[in-house]
């Protein structure tokens, strides 16, 4: 039996979600400390005007898991102090675009104690 949440969305017989969205949580220009409020929208976008040190706040509790789709407009034009809680692939942090649009995405199965962070798309303008 399916369940409708709002509008079009609904779970089906097997408990997966049709039809749904994510609330953007739209920083605009960003520099300095910044911190990306899960509980404002798991899709995050912001455009780096100057240096910035990044805090993830509000994951979903632990033995839950959660994440959030991160669009940085030039990042590689100043320095990303990510939160020492990113854990990345072969332990680098991704090179980001100058002059462009970079797409991350960060997991965490543990409220926060730990993130998995991945470039997934790098200029995609």
């Known amino acids: 039996m399916a369940i409708k949440i709002s509008g079009n969305t609904i779970i089906d017989d097997n408990r997966c ?3 749904y969205g994510v609330v953007h ?11 990306i409020n899960l509980q404002l929208g798991n899709y995050v976008s912001a455009t780096a005007t100057g240096n910035i040190t990044w805090t ?3 994951p979903v509790p632990a033995a839950n898991a959660c994440g959030f789709i991160f669009e940085l407009t030039n990042g590689g034009n100043h320095t990303m102090t990510w ?4 854990r990345w692939p072969n332990s680098i942090a991704p090179t980001l675009s100058t002059n462009g649009i970079d797409v ?22």
Request: proline share 2%; aromatic share 6%.
């Open 17 to 19: 979600l049709i039809n």
């Open 25 to 35: 949580n739209a920083l605009g220009n960003v520099s300095g400390a910044t911190t």
């Open 83 to 86: 939160p020492n809680t990113v």
């Open 104 to 125: 991350l995405v960060f997991i965490t199965d543990n409220a926060g104690s730990d993130w998995r962070g991945a470039l997934a798309m790098k200029n995609s303008v």
């Open 56 to 58: 993830f706040s509000n």
